[in-house]
T-cell receptor
Framework: QKEVEQNSGPLSVPEGAIASLNCTYS??????FFWYRQYSGKSPELIMS????GDKEDGRFTAQLNKASQYVSLLIRDSQPSDSATYLC???????????FGKGTHLIIQP | ETGVTQTPRHLVMGMTNKKSLKCEQH?????MYWYKQSAKKPLELMFV???????ENNSVPSRFSPECPNSSHLFLHLHTLQPEDSALYLC?????????????FGQGTRLTVV
């Protein structure tokens, strides 16, 4: 059974600092990896995707993937209060398989 | 207009009612999904449709019945639900034939079964 593990938090980070969110997955055949942000009462919003080992940067966000360790992370630089949300890690095996999600990490950015 | 639209946004229904949730995508995608999000649990994949054909059913009870008349529309028909079925129901879409494809979600339907 495919599993995606995340620390549920809450993770509290001071404004302006780097927030580091981590995720591990069980299926070695996983091909695609995603980070979604979900505000309370809202639907998940895609913020990053990564498909190959290494780092991928987009603005203040950096996704990191290590397939050998089955580990995905998301770094948020210069954290803002508006970054406070639940961050969901999602993994796909291939093609249009449905995504397997972790429970999410609740991030709080303290002003 | 948003890429993936779900209606209604909120629904309260009795256990003997029959209702339907609707999802429409305007992204040119050909795969559509239903997910369930309950408190304290990860998003759960319910159904997957590829080019209108159902390709995955994750042991969902028969009181949930999906329908996909074309690649842009997806329905979830509900009947004789239980209070534990109360949750946020999310529709998503993506491209089927791309390995590196992103899924986009609608705003969800908040369902309460009384």
């Amino acid at each position: 059974q495919k599993e995606v593990e995340q620390n549920s938090g809450p993770l509290s980070v001071p404004e302006g600092a780097i927030a580091s969110l981590n995720c591990t997955y069980s299926d070695r055949g996983s091909q695609s990896f995603f980070w979604y942000r979900q505000y309370s009462g809202k639907s998940p919003e895609l913020i990053m995707s990564i498909y190959s080992n290494g780092d991928k940067e987009d603005g203040r966000f950096t996704a990191q993937l290590n397939k050998a360790s089955q580990y995905v992370s998301l770094l948020i630089r210069d954290s803002q209060p508006s970054d406070s949300a639940t961050y969901l890690c999602a993994v796909r095996g291939g093609g249009a398989d449905g995504l397997t999600f972790g429970k999410g990490t609740h991030l709080i950015i303290q002003p | 207009e948003t890429g993936v639209t779900q209606t209604p946004r909120h629904l309260v229904m009795g256990m003997t009612n029959k209702k339907s949730l609707k999802c429409e995508q305007h992204l040119g995608h050909n795969a559509m999904y239903w997910y369930k999000q309950s408190a304290k649990k990860p998003l759960e994949l319910m159904f997957v449709y590829n080019f209108k054909e159902q390709t995955e059913n994750n042991s969902v009870p028969s009181r949930f019945s999906p329908e996909c008349p074309n690649s842009s529309h997806l329905f979830l028909h509900l009947h004789t639900l239980q209070p534990e079925d109360s949750a946020l129901y999310l529709c998503a879409s993506s491209l089927w034939d791309s390995m590196n494809t992103e899924a986009f979600f609608g705003q969800g339907t908040r369902l309460t079964v009384v």
